[in-house]
Each structure stands twice: as structure tokens, then as C-alpha cells.
């Protein structure tokens, strides 16, 4: 049999010379940075990162989104920064608040519940309005609409190696539509009717329990009991988990990285379910996160051949990172493959999250790893 890495592959194991990707014809694509006004300094660190590992190259545009206007020197600083294009946008009030149907009153009730009750984030009413924007009407800003593929970029975030070759070519070679670096397990108490909601738009719609879907079910705890424990378990279990093999195993990629299609985003099958999800009201009456919705959703309308794991990628964001699995600091016992770990401070130079490229850089001296 095939081995796994087949299927998906990382698009290069080497570093390569990037003035040869770079001279190659480019996709539509561009940086996308939601941000506040007060994350100046942590957005231009991430800009400046990335630049040095990637952009400098390749010189994609960046489009920056605030649900606010834009301070004069967040501006002039990160303008300062890209060394492509930089594009400053306000999203529009209708994409950053309640829908028509949402009473404000009742979700800041349901909101103070959550926060006493611990939902992580489940207190804050901007956090709510993020999570339904980049679930759903993010995909259809204007600022967007010319390009075909986004990498979703947040203050603070780190790339840990050179990326030198160009991910949006390789996602439309392979005929990929999303990719991630960093899969999780989400926190359950934050979408507790979520699966429900979009396992119900799967069956209203007829599609097929794919091996994709399949593949997000619990199928340990639930799938795999003899069918008359799993007839007990339904009967004594919450309704959204009574019919059996529909218990979500809560894994998702973790949103705050993102390489995916647009087109795929925007498109009519994963609107309608985003309509469709607006209007149960799990954004605001429970904590539904872009990353589940997103994660589920290409689980449920894609075949797994159209995702990508960047496992070749560094990649830190607060309290997690990924150590490439590929490069040659990631081989060591234990650190073949897909390197997720808990961030801390002494693993930060330990040699398994050390990524050859950047000492590559440093011997050649000349921003290029070549080998
Ligand atoms: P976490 O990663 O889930 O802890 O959430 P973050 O606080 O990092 O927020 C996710 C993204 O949304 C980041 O890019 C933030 O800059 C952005 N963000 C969150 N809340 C707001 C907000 O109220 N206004 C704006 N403009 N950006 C926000
Ligand atoms: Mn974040």
C-alpha cells in the first residue's frame, strides 16, 4: 500500500534557489490581515517576518481588513513594511454586526452566560462578530473579489523557515482548495450544536456522508460500540448526539493560517451553508469559531485530495507551533512527521523546531538557500 504522504505530499522537500519560482507566472492571490489599530506592532512584526521568509521574492499584495478606520500611522508603518502592494479596507457595518434576526439583547445575555460558565472568549462581543465575519462574509468583501487564492496572516504569528517556492501555484497545480499547518481538538463547550447544524444541512441537502466526513466523526468513542450500547448511549445522551455516528471528533485546522481558494469560499455550496448556519445563531447564542466551521465545512463539500497540510511550514502562533516534519532539523525520533507541539520557550531552539533553511541563509549569507 501507499504510503499516506502520497496523497499529500509536502510541494517541495528542499529548499529551493526562490528567484526560480519567482521568475514563473503567478496566481491571483494576496496576504489578508484582519486587524486593530492597536495591534500595529505585532502586525508589522508578522509583515516583516514574512517578508524575510517568503516575500521578498515574491512580492504578493497585502490586503489589511479593520471593522474600523484605519489610524494614520498603522497606515504609513505597514505601508512602510510590504514589499508588494498594500491595501487598507474598512469592512462594511452589515459584515461586523448582529444579522436582522439576531436580538442583541438576548445574545449579550446568552454571551454573559458563556462567560460565566467559562466558553473561552464567549464573553467578548467583538470576538463573536470576528468569528461570524471570517466564517462567512469575509469571502465576499470587495477588497477580495480580485483575486483567486488568500493566506490568512495574523498579528503575531511566525514563520520559522524560508518558504521558497510559491504555495498558491503549487495549491492550483495540485488542484488543491485549502491548506493548513496546525490541526487541533476544539474546545467542545464553545459549539455545543455546531456538528448538529451542519450534519442537518448535509441531510436536507442530500449529500453523501462522504469517507471525508467520515473522517470527523468519533467514530472511537460512539461508531465502534456494538449497536445495542450505542442504542443505550443515544437514548441517555444530549439530542444533537442520539443518532448514531454522528458524533464530531472535534478536530479542525487551526484558522489563523490558511492557504485556500476563494472561489471555493465564495462559491454556492459553501454560502448556503453559511446562510444556513447564520441563521440557527450559533455565533452569538453559543461561540461558533471560524476554524470548526471552515474545517467541517471543506470536510463535508470537498474530497480529502483537495486538502493540503503545509507539514514543510514553521509556523507559531500563541500557545502552539508546527515543526517542519520534512526539513532536515525535523527528522529526528519522534519529529518524522506532523510536529504539533505546546509552544514554550525552551523548545523554541530545540533542534527538532529548528528548520535547516534559515541556516542555510545564514551560510550563503545572501537571503537565498540554496543547496
Ligand atoms: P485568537 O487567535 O482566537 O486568540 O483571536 P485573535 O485575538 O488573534 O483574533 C483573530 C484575528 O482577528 C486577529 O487577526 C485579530 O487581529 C482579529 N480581531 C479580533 N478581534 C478584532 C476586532 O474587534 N477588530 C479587528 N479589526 N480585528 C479583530
Ligand atoms: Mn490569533
Redesign the pocket.
Known amino acids: 500500500p501507499r504510503p499516506p504522504q502520497d496523497l499529500d505530499g509536502p510541494f517541495a522537500r528542499q529548499c529551493q534557489d526562490p528567484r526560480i519560482a519567482a521568475a514563473q507566472p503567478r496566481e491571483k492571490a494576496a496576504f489578508v490581515m484582519l486587524a486593530r489599530n492597536s495591534e500595529m506592532d505585532e502586525a508589522r512584526q508578522t509583515i516583516q517576518n514574512i517578508e524575510a521568509q517568503f516575500n521578498q521574492w515574491f512580492h504578493y499584495p497585502v490586503v489589511f481588513l479593520n471593522n474600523e478606520e484605519w489610524d494614520a500611522e498603522f497606515v504609513r508603518e505597514l505601508n512602510a513594511s510590504v514589499s508588494g502592494k498594500a491595501i487598507f479596507e474598512v469592512i462594511p457595518k452589515e459584515d461586523w454586526s448582529y444579522p436582522s434576526w439576531i436580538d442583541p439583547a438576548k445574545a449579550r445575555q446568552s454571551m454573559a452566560q458563556q462567560d460565566k460558565s467559562g466558553v473561552w472568549n464567549g464573553g467578548k462581543e467583538s470576538y463573536h462578530h470576528m468569528c461570524r465575519f471570517y466564517s462567512g462574509t469575509f469571502y465576499t468583501q470587495p477588497a477580495l473579489a480580485p483575486f483567486r487564492w488568500y493566506w490568512r496572516l495574523?498579528?503575531?504569528?511566525r514563520y520559522t523557515c524560508a518558504i521558497t517556492y510559491d504555495p498558491f501555484v503549487e495549491m492550483a497545480r495540485h488542484g488543491k482548495s485549502y491548506g493548513f499547518t496546525i490541526a487541533l481538538w476544539e474546545e467542545p463547550n464553545t459549539c455545543p450544536t455546531l456538528f448538529r447544524a451542519i450534519d442537518d444541512f448535509r441531510t436536507q441537502h442530500r449529500l453523501p456522508a462522504s469517507a471525508t466526513w467520515n473522517a470527523m466523526l468519533d467514530t472511537d468513542s460512539w461508531s465502534r460500540q456494538p449497536w445495542p450500547v450505542r442504542k443505550l448511549l443515544g437514548l441517555l445522551a444530549r439530542p444533537h448526539h442520539a443518532r448514531s455516528g454522528d458524533r464530531w471528533n472535534l478536530c479542525h485546522y487551526w484558522s489563523?493560517f490558511e492557504i485556500a481558494d476563494l472561489d471555493f469560499f465564495r462559491g454556492k455550496a459553501y454560502q448556503s451553508l453559511f446562510r444556513h448556519l447564520d441563521r440557527q445563531g450559533g455565533f452569538y447564542h453559543e461561540r461558533w469559531g471560524d476554524a470548526p466551521v471552515h474545517s467541517l465545512a471543506v470536510h463535508l463539500l470537498l474530497p480529502a485530495g483537495k486538502l493540503h497540510h503545509f507539514s514543510d511550514f514553521g509556523y507559531h502562533?500563541?500557545p502552539f507551533f508546527q515543526c517542519p516534519g520534512n526539513a532536515p532539523g525535523g527528522q529526528l525520533p519522534g519529529n518524522e512527521a506532523l510536529g504539533n507541539g505546546e509552544w514554550s520557550a525552551e523548545s523554541e531552539g530545540a533542534i527538532g523546531c529548528r528548520c535547516q533553511c534559515p541556516d542555510q541563509r545564514r551560510r550563503n549569507n545572501r537571503g537565498i538557500c540554496l543547496d
Open positions: 495574523e498579528p503575531g504569528v489563523n502562533h500563541e
